[in-house]
């Protein structure tokens, strides 16, 4: 059975015209876009019949950007911070397992990846400063 890729790609979720775009992800609009993360790797999982993203890990990482937005409190704030990097690192390996499955396909390839920069550029624009 053919995967269709609309939907492997999640092409009708809001967060996929995020993907493109060249400015990060407004601070808005990071938990439409973790939400997004989320979604295509459980099409990719669906379609594939198996189980590859960490457990928890959409929910750690929703929860660490909601902390180091919305809490200043170095007791709460710190912890999130330094666990951001490791989730996105897990969240990156991830993507990059998925695109071992499209070796023939450069745009889903390229897609793959993509997703998961623009998850580390949210980190580095929002929270490390990084103003690229």
């Given at each position: 059975m053919p995967v269709p890729v609309p939907d492997l790609l999640q092409m009708t979720h809001p967060g996929y015209a995020l993907v493109e775009r060249e400015s990060p992800v407004s601070e808005y609009n990071i938990p439409i876009y973790l939400d997004f993360c989320r979604c295509v790797t459980m099409r990719?999982?669906?379609?594939?019949?198996?189980?590859?993203?960490?457990?928890?890990?959409?929910k750690l990482l929703a929860k660490s950007f909601q902390t180091v937005f919305e809490?200043?409190?170095?007791?709460?704030?710190?912890?999130?911070?330094?666990l951001i990097p490791r989730l996105l690192e897990e969240?990156?390996?991830?993507?990059?397992?998925?695109?071992?499955?499209?070796?023939?396909?450069?745009?889903i390839i390229l897609?793959?990846?993509?997703?998961?920069?623009?998850?580390?550029?949210?980190?580095?624009?929002?929270?490390?400063?990084?103003n690229t």
């Open positions: 990719f999982e669906h379609y594939g019949e198996l189980e590859i993203t960490p457990p928890d890990l959409f809490d200043d409190n170095p007791v709460t704030f710190f912890p999130a911070y330094h969240f990156e390996l991830t993507m990059e397992n998925m695109t071992s499955a499209f070796q023939d396909s450069p745009r897609f793959y990846r993509k997703v998961a920069q623009k998850l580390r550029q949210c980190f580095e624009h929002h929270i490390q400063g990084d």
